[in-house]
């Protein structure tokens, strides 16, 4: 019990590296579920089946991955990391391909809500995705929701 004591009141290590490209995605969608302040079972579902199918991961991985971007969502006061980490590793191609995993979380309950729709457009412009495939990732999200 006091060495479980001390490790919680020893300072944290700095940690200069940048999140992978996997946590800033699940990061961003975790935060996007989150922005009409409901985090759905249909949200978080969406948000499995998008990274698994994104980065290869199987369950187990995918669950590591989203506790691991909770986590990093609840203790963090800003998303330029991940949002840097991005724009860092991410071509056009990968960009276009984010948007749509975005719509999709946004989409997954049927709705898109004013504060999901404000933090899409300001991703959109953090990542200098042009209008166009922002408009677009919408409308095929919106297309296949009501599918």
Request: proline share 3%; no cysteine.
């Amino acid at each position: 019990m006091l060495n479980r004591l001390r490790e919680l009141l020893a300072p944290a290590a700095p940690s200069n590296a940048a999140p992978s490209p996997a946590l800033a995605t699940a990061l961003l969608l975790i935060e996007l579920s989150r922005a009409d302040f409901e985090f759905s079972e249909v949200e978080i579902n969406r948000i499995r089946d998008l990274l698994a199918g994104r980065f290869g991961l199987d369950g187990a991985a995918v669950d590591g991955l989203i506790a691991d971007a909770q986590r990093k969502s609840r203790d963090s006061v800003s998303l330029h990391d991940y949002v840097q980490t991005l724009n860092r590793t991410l071509d056009a191609d990968g960009k276009r391909e984010l948007m749509q995993m975005l719509w999709q979380v946004a989409w997954a309950d049927g709705r898109i809500d004013k504060y999901e729709e404000h933090l899409l457009r300001r991703l959109m412009d953090l990542l200098y995705i042009p209008m166009s495939d922002y408009v677009l990732a919408r409308e095929q999200a919106a297309t296949s929701a009501r599918a």
